[in-house]
Structure formats: structure tokens, C-alpha cells
């Protein structure tokens, strides 16, 4: 937890922590990037004794999921791969003490704008994170910001960080026949993320082939996995920083990267989330 989020969080009077109420609050994103997808979002209203990431450190299991396969799995989840948000942060939907959470499915696609309903359960910092696909391990993340309470309308801009635990090779080593597992993989560990299957065609530059693990993972269009992991072995880049961008090529059967440089470039900030509270 952030020494800085805590002081600041501390020097708040406890009259004005006193005063937090459970808001049910609509929250809008937008995908400010012009060839890239967002895969399924988590919504985190939460206190200061929960943090779903934080820049510097080592990424968690989960988030590492999520950022490299966009998986946002629970219990519950009949394909759920065990690596899972619950075991950290408890039952979606619901009160956790600390925190609740919910899993907003389906792609957000470029220059558009998906919007949803959150109750924050007088829950005051909100966080939010979700792949930016295609990538090896690429996240949007928005950290703790303090949910106003005051009607009106709200704006953030959010950065794509880089979750470290995946190299940026960029090559795609999924493109394999995938006939034995009954599905498509959508990326995952060892290769950016792509659509898949009934998805929008996120990535028209994809050549066969590429290095990495080799793992048939990755997730459909709601977000549920697909396939069976291997272990990483492609090495990482940690702790969690701040993206640098994508490089691509053009040349979509060589060259170092299977990434298009003229569609799946982006420069910061690559979201806009918008925050409406209702008049009472």
C-alpha cells in the first residue's frame, strides 16, 4: 500500500470519512486509441487496506492474468484456471470489508464508449484495470482515486501501464492449430492478446509463428478462459511501470515484431473514464 495514499488518506478528518455514503454511480470508459481493444474491466470500489496493483511493485497472480490474458476469473467460473480475484479480494458483488467488485463484460472497442452502473457500498477509492489487446502484457489501469459523492460529472484520464511479467516480444506464438483444444486462443502467456472467434478484427497483421511458451490460453469475448496454460518462460521486465508503447513493423510475415505499427501504436493516455453522481 502506498505510504503517500495512506498519509493523505490519514490526514482526512474523520468527520469528512465520517460522511461517506454508498452511491450507486455510472461509470462510462472510452477506448482513446485508434487500432486497439479493451478486454473485460474490474471495478474495484474498495478502502485503503485493498490495492489491486501498485506501480513499482510486483505484479500479483491475478492481475498478472488479467494483464497478459485478460482473464478475470471467480470461483464460480466453470472455466476458471485457478488464478483468480476472489481469493484476493472476496466474492464479487458484494461487501468485502475492504472492498466490492464486478467483472464488466464483452471488448471495448477503439474510439468507443461502453457505460455501466457500480454501487460503491460506501466504499471511498475506486481502482479499475483491463488488457489492452493486442500486447504481451499491457493494462489500463486507473489506482485509487477518490469516488466524489457530490452529484455532478466527473473526468480521468488513464495510462497503459506494462504488468512486467511477460517480455514485450510482440510475436505471436499462438497462431498454431488449435483443433485439439475446441477453440480459438485469444492471446495470453507467451503472446500479445488477440480477438478471437465472433470478436472484431483486431489484429489483421498477425504473421504464423513467433518464440514464447506456446501456450494454448487466452479468453473469449466475455472474458472466460480458453485452453491450458504453460509455465512462463520467455522472462519478465518488472516491477510494474508505465508503458512504452508498442513498436510493430510493417511487414506482416517478418520482421521483430508481428504487431502493425500503423494500427497498434498509442500514445498516453489511452482511456477516458467518466464518472456521473446522480442528483439525490
Do not use: C
Not at 500486447?135 to 452529484?151: L, W
Request: proline residues 6%; hydrophobic residues 40%; glycine residues 10%.
Amino acid at each position: 500500500m502506498k505510504l503517500r495514499k495512506f498519509a493523505a488518506f490519514a490526514a482526512v478528518s474523520f468527520a469528512s470519512v465520517a460522511t461517506a455514503q454508498a452511491v450507486e454511480i455510472e461509470l462510462s470508459i472510452t477506448n482513446l486509441t485508434q487500432g486497439n481493444y479493451f478486454t473485460p474491466r474490474l471495478v474495484v470500489a474498495h478502502t485503503d487496506a485493498a490495492d489491486i496493483y501498485e506501480v513499482g511493485e510486483e505484479a500479483s497472480t491475478p492481475l498478472t492474468w488479467l494483464a497478459e490474458a485478460g482473464v478475470i476469473d471467480d470461483s464460480d467460473d466453470a472455466n476458471s484456471i485457478g488464478q483468480n480475484f476472489e481469493s484476493a479480494l472476496g466474492p464479487a458483488d458484494s461487501d468485502n470489508g475492504s472492498n466490492t467488485w464486478h467483472k464488466f463484460g464483452g471488448l471495448v472497442a477503439p474510439a468507443t464508449t461502453l457505460t455501466y452502473t457500480f454501487d460503491t457500498m460506501d466504499k471511498p477509492l475506486l481502482s479499475l484495470a483491463t488488457m489492452l489487446i493486442p500486447t504481451n502484457d499491457a493494462f489500463v489501469g486507473m489506482d485509487s482515486i477518490e469516488i466524489p459523492t457530490a452529484p455532478g460529472t466527473y473526468h480521468y484520464y488513464l495510462n497503459a501501464y506494462d504488468a512486467g511479467t511477460e517480455l514485450n516480444d510482440e510475436l505471436n506464438s499462438l497462431r498454431t492449430d488449435i483443433s485439439a483444444e475446441g477453440g480459438t486462443p485469444l492471446g495470453g502467456f507467451g503472446a500479445p492478446g488477440v480477438a478471437g472467434a465472433g470478436a472484431p478484427p483486431v489484429m489483421p497483421s498477425m504473421s504464423v509463428g513467433g518464440s514464447g511458451v506456446g501456450a494454448k490460453v487466452g479468453i473469449d469475448a466475455e472474458g472466460n478462459a480458453l485452453g491450458v496454460a504453460t509455465e512462463v518462460i520467455d522472462g519478465t521486465d518488472g516491477p510494474i511501470h508505465v508503458h512504452r508503447n508498442t513498436l510493430g513493423d510493417t511487414s506482416a510475415t517478418e520482421g521483430a515484431s508481428d504487431l502493425n505499427s500503423t494500427i497498434h501504436r498509442w500514445l498516453n493516455p489511452v482511456a477516458k473514464v467518466t464518472i456521473v453522481v446522480p442528483a439525490s
